[in-house]
């Protein structure tokens, strides 16, 4: 595990960071949040594992497992991160390609520019109004290590109005046209940071 950003969130809650992902170790971790009544209203669990195997009951902890083996096989395409504030562990992030994602066909979009998936799993940390300023910091850090990207979306579900708001409270963010992706219909809310860019 090794920390790849760090940055001061403001107030007292000290620094924001995110740290790659050791699966033998964070693997619970993360299928706790998963599992957790605030993350499964919104968490598409089905999109990512697959459809359930006939008689089963539910997913269980070793299909996340595969999942984040073959989603970090593909560091080009799609990074998981860990999401630490104050030194705690309190969410988990999926950073990736636009071209390489279901939002490729976005016409506002370029292949090169990135996306992200972020989810609070702390409930201490959940709702408490620092979204705005975490993704601003996880867009600046997406856009220096990836210069080609213009910009860096967000694609909530168009009904989960608390995640637009907070999307669009985050400098320099714009609606963009909502679009169709296989398990819902996306609010598609990006920003170019502190870059000044024509619409793409």
Known sequence: MSIVFSSPLGESYGDFELRTIDIEKDVDLIWGWWESDHVRLHWSVA????????????????????????????PDEINPLIVRIGGVDVGYVEEYRIGSSPLSGHPELSADDRGYHVLVGDPAYARKGIMPRMGALLIEWQLAKYPQAKRVAADPDVRNTHAIQACLKIPGSIRLQDFQLPHKLAAVIASSGNRRTDPA
């Open 47 to 74: 999109f990512r594992l697959g459809p359930l195997l006939p008689g089963a009951q539910g997913y269980e902890k070793q299909a996340l497992k595969a999942y984040l083996k073959k989603i970090i096989a593909r």
